[in-house]
């Protein structure tokens, strides 16, 4: 897999999932590591298949989409302070989350490998906490050592 960046942050006061994705933009743009056609290729892929995974007594989103919208990989993992109402991935229901884990691949199958080593690892409550809670060093650190290897 190609180099990834990599960076956890403690999000802000969002009051909806839309602007979490505009955070995510401008984080990511600012980067260098998406296209300014990114946010608008977020929006229509939440509209038409959701990215909020239902675990055991707790949800992650994971917002991304076609990687003609890339520059570089990049994986940006924000923590929210109070949960968003998001899409679920398979269903109409609205999930609440306060970690939303962003993928940015440039290589549609390195998405794919990505996406099912990520979420066969969330199924662990204990690393889902762990991301949540570690200090972003540490939160970063798990991820590389879980996610990326």
């Known amino acids: ?3 990834v960046l990599i960076s956890v ?16 933009h401008e ?8 296209k300014d056609t990114y946010l608008e290729a977020l929006r ?3 509209a038409m298949y ?14 991304h989409c076609d990687s003609t919208h ?6 940006y993992i924000i923590r929210l302070p109070e949960p968003v109402e998001v899409g679920q991935a398979d269903g109409d229901d609205k999930l609440r989350v306060r970690l ?20 066969s690892k969330l199924q662990d ?10 200090p972003s060093e540490k939160a970063e650190a798990l991820f590389i050592s879980e996610i990326m290897q």
């Not at 890339?70 to 994986?75: D, G, I, L, M, Q």
């Not at 962003?102 to 990505?114: E, G, K, Y």
């Open 1 to 3: 897999m190609d180099t």
């Open 44 to 46: 229509e892929r939440e």
């Open 50 to 63: 959701p990215t909020g995974i239902l675990l055991d007594g707790y949800s992650v989103a994971i917002p």
């Open 100 to 119: 939303v884990i962003n993928l940015v691949v440039t290589n549609p199958s390195n998405q794919l490998q990505l996406l099912k080593s990520l979420f």
């Open 9 to 24: 942050t403690d999000g802000g006061d969002f009051k909806s999932y839309d602007e979490v994705l505009q955070h995510i």
């Open 70 to 75: 890339a520059n570089t990989p990049s994986v």
């Open 125 to 134: 409550k204990g690393f889902y906490q762990n991301l949540l809670e570690l």
């Open 27 to 34: 984080r990511q743009n600012a980067a260098g590591t998406v």
